[in-house]
């Protein structure tokens, strides 16, 4: 039998959702999934009941930022001097914005 699958309040999740993507959704989803640190389990079910996504810094948080800023880098100077940003571009740039934007109104100790 397998172990109960425990949420943060320790309450035991046993109903399941289910939906389909577009190849380019399911991208998206598993890049803010990785840029947030969270499950995908819990970033689904934090958006879906419209709760706050609290990024929590840690190496593979920095790791997936770094990797996704390369990217739009590679993309931004592929597109330079064009109108010809794709709308999954924008959303990955805006997201990426908001996490840099939080990180820079905490406190450094």
Excluded: C, W
Excluded at 31 to 40: A, E, R
């Amino acid at each position: 039998m397998s172990a109960k699958n425990l949420d943060k309040h320790n309450r035991v999740r046993s109903r399941q959702v289910a939906f389909r993507l577009s190849p380019e959704e399911a991208d998206l989803l598993d890049t803010y999934v990785k840029l947030s640190g969270l499950t995908k389990q819990d970033y689904i079910t934090s958006r879906l009941l419209t709760k706050d996504i609290v990024v929590q810094g840690n190496p593979r948080v920095y790791k997936a930022l770094r990797i996704q800023l390369e990217d739009v880098l590679m993309q931004l100077q592929r597109i330079a001097g064009s109108s010809d940003i794709g709308p999954e571009l924008m959303d990955t740039i805006r997201f990426i914005s908001n996490i840099m934007n939080g990180m820079k109104e905490e406190p450094y100790v």
